[in-house]
């Protein structure tokens, strides 16, 4: 007589659930990492050999009312250029970083970033982040 159990079971892996959670991490994460926000601009540093150098640079502020100031010291459109070339002489990279308000019209930013190029002098344009 035989008295065996026709219901064997099999030591097999079901992978079809591995499957279905890996698939649905893979979707959250997917997702997660769509609404993750940085703080930071993608560039790539210069690399520097030797010690490091304070570099100067002159801060250039155009107010609303359209007034020009360097380094907190007030100056005239008209004598504006030559403010900068005697503030900027003897360096070797002269730098200007360019701050303007939100109000200010573009033609006055770009008479500065005019000046600028007129000299080789490199432009850094000042804004507010997020």
Do not use: H
């Not at 926000?37 to 050999?49: E, G, M, R, V, Y």
């Not at 640079?57 to 403010?83: C, F, H, M, P, W």
């Not at 308000?101 to 600028?116: G, H, L, T």
Request: charged share 25%.
């Amino acid at each position: 007589m035989n008295l065996r159990g026709r219901n064997k079971v099999t030591p097999e892996f079901n992978m079809s659930s591995m499957t279905d959670i890996v698939f649905l991490l893979l979707i959250f994460f997917m997702l997660a990492s769509t609404l993750v926000t940085t703080n930071a601009i993608d560039i790539l540093l210069p690399k520097a050999s030797g010690k490091t150098e304070n570099k100067k640079s002159v801060a250039v502020s155009i107010k609303k009312d359209l007034t020009y100031y360097i380094d907190q010291r007030r100056v005239g459109v008209s004598v504006l250029e030559n403010e900068l070339i005697n503030a900027l002489s003897g360096d070797s990279q002269p730098t200007i970083v360019l701050r303007a308000e939100k109000s200010v019209p573009v033609d006055n930013v770009v008479k500065v970033m005019d000046i600028a190029n007129r000299n080789k002098f490199k432009v850094i344009l000042a804004v507010k982040p997020n």
